[in-house]
């Protein structure tokens, strides 16, 4: 077989050719990757934008600390502990002004019997209580209107069921001069019932 050789002019249009698409699939690759690289996630922007929100300092209050506080820590934190030492010595000043309080009055159920020692008039709270009960139910303005002394015109009235004349006359000095308040009307009753019966402890029924 004969051999065959290209004429000069096409060897070079041929490697021309050739070298053409190289190149192109060169810049294709190339594009391609450039491409690539620009689909890409840059890592410090995707960091940024997936970082957690920074948290804003707060004061005691729940409003947005102020710079400094912001800065070092050191107010806001010095507010908190403030504000807990308020609230304890606000306590502790209620505590105190109550428990004086206390101290400086006796006991409901005491005063009337404290009066009574200092009058001589004898009785005990069991006696007081036991005919408080039986008398008015503990209503200190219970009223009788049906008995002898109501249709006489002086109903009882009070804790222990009291007359005017009664009160009137057994009256202790340094309480109330009124037949329905309760320390006046115990007091009254305890002193008519001590000149009575010896005491109102020796009182079972009506008297």
Do not use: C
Not at 27 to 48: E, F, K, N
Not at 70 to 95: E, L, Y
Not at 144 to 153: L, S
Not at 175 to 182: G, V
């Amino acid at each position: 077989m004969p051999s065959f050789t290209l004429p000069r002019a096409a060897r070079i249009t041929r490697i021309t050719r050739t070298h053409k698409i190289a190149v192109a699939v060169l810049a294709a690759a190339g594009a391609t990757s450039g491409l690539a690289v620009t689909s890409a996630p840059d890592t410090a922007q995707a960091a940024s934008e997936h970082a957690p929100a920074a948290v804003k300092p707060v004061d005691a209050k729940g409003q947005p600390a102020k710079a400094d506080d912001a800065k070092t820590g050191r107010a806001v934190t010095a507010s908190v502990a403030d504000h807990v030492k308020v609230d304890s010595v606000a306590k502790q000043h209620s505590a105190k002004q109550a428990a004086s309080r206390s101290a400086e009055r006796p006991a409901v159920k005491d005063y009337p019997l404290s009066i009574m020692k200092d009058k001589g008039i004898p009785g005990s709270y069991e006696g007081l209580h036991r005919n408080i009960m039986r008398e008015s139910a503990g209503d200190p303005n219970a009223v009788n209107g049906w008995d002898v002394n109501a249709v006489n015109g002086t109903p009882s009235k009070g804790l222990l069921q009291v007359i005017q004349p009664t009160f009137d006359t057994y009256h202790v000095e340094g309480t109330p001069n009124k037949l329905t308040d309760p320390i006046a009307n115990i007091t009254a009753a305890a002193n008519y019932a001590a000149d009575r019966y010896g005491s109102i402890d020796n009182v079972d029924s009506a008297y």
